[in-house]
């Protein structure tokens, strides 16, 4: 059998092959990944000092410690920023506009310095 007599013939066996069973697994593929960017929201990060305030944890900036976020647990509990108190950390996660400042979903944290104050001047 030659070379152009072979493809011939996988021509005609791809011909035989139902269209619509390479369609269904395509289709199932653009599914499958569209789940996985639903599931894996785009994050940001934030990097500052952690505090709480009326009862509530909050980023704040590491040089004023002005308040820059309200912070929400997402995946751990509330209470899994006790640990972070007064330390420069780095949070990712996502931001969810608010008044007077965003609420910053965390998904993770990480310690910078264990302690925060601003530059001395």
Do not use: W
């Not at 996660?93 to 925060?116: H, L």
């Amino acid at each position: 059998m030659t070379s152009s007599s072979g493809a011939v013939v996988l021509l005609a066996i791809l011909a035989m092959v139902s269209p619509s069973a390479g369609s269904a697994a395509f289709q199932s593929n653009q599914q499958k990944n569209a789940r996985q960017n639903d599931a894996k929201p785009s994050g940001t990060s934030l990097t500052g000092c952690v505090d709480e305030q009326d009862g509530r944890f909050i980023l704040t900036d590491d040089r004023e410690l002005t308040p820059i976020a309200n912070l929400e647990a997402d995946g751990f509990p509330q209470e899994g920023f006790a640990k972070h108190l007064g330390h420069k950390v780095t949070v990712r996660g996502t931001s969810i506009p608010g008044d007077p400042r965003p609420t910053f979903k965390v998904r993770s944290i990480s310690t910078i310095t264990e302690t925060c104050a601003p530059p001395k001047r």
